[in-house]
């Protein structure tokens, strides 16, 4: 099983900012099928970031995912008001999928 | 527009059973691959379930093999999971979640559903 460990476990960033949250795979993940994940109370997780760097469908141009192998980021460019959440990486390239633990993005 | 809404959560003693539903619509069922993973609470996202589909291929979380079965009927647009021996650490939201054709990630999550194991 891929193990994914996500730095820090909490951001705390004023808006406008720029984030950088990390995500280590124990192995190296298959055809980089590495997606991010934004997940605010009370709501299901949304797709972000898919392929490592790939943004899905609506995802404004300020979300940027970068990385391969066992080493990727998500770098959120200028933190607006509605990017305060957790935000989990997950890799589905091996058997069992695998989410990172989170790291919470929060409110300075 | 695309939405799936899951159903069938409760309040089930240790050791009993439920079967969660999760109806999709808004886009053709059949041609994609189905997930279910949870969330404890205070807790991340737990893969729990996938199936291919035309449902040949299946796979569980150690978690959970031999306890959960999940299905899908593609006539009625519906993804199915059946959950036996429930334990008090499978309480949790239960999401079902659509796999992107690519494989692109899961790009559409229904809202939902509660499962509490407690006596």
């Known amino acids: 099983e891929i193990v994914l460990t996500q730095s820090p476990g909490t951001l705390s960033l004023s808006p406008g900012e720029r984030a950088t949250l990390s995500c280590r795979a124990s192995?190296?993940?298959?055809?980089?099928?590495l997606a991010w994940y934004q997940q605010k109370p009370g709501q299901a997780p949304r797709l972000l970031i898919y392929g490592a760097s790939s943004r899905a469908t609506g995802i404004p141009d300020r979300f940027s995912g970068s990385g391969s192998g066992t080493d990727f980021t998500l770098t959120i460019s200028r933190l607006e008001p509605e990017d305060f959440a957790v935000y989990y990486c997950q890799q589905y390239g091996s058997s069992p999928v695998t989410f990172g633990q989170g790291t919470k993005v929060e409110i300075k | 527009q695309v939405q799936l809404v899951e159903s069938g959560g409760g309040l089930v003693k240790p050791g009993g059973s439920l079967r969660l539903s999760c109806a999709a619509s808004?886009?053709?069922?059949?041609?994609?691959?189905m997930s279910w993973i949870r969330q404890a609470p205070g807790k991340g996202l737990e893969w729990v379930s996938y199936i291919s589909s035309s449902g040949s291929t299946i796979y569980y979380a150690d978690s959970v093999k031999g306890r959960f079965t999940i299905s899908r009927d593609n006539a009625k647009n519906s993804l199915y999971l059946q959950m036996n021996s429930l334990r008090a650490e499978d309480t949790a939201v239960y999401y079902c979640a659509r796999e992107s054709r690519g494989p692109n990630g899961m790009d559409v999550w229904g809202q939902g559903t509660t499962v509490t194991v407690s006596s």
């Open positions: 192995q190296s993940v298959s055809s980089s099928y």
């Open positions: 808004g886009f053709t069922f059949s041609d994609y691959y």
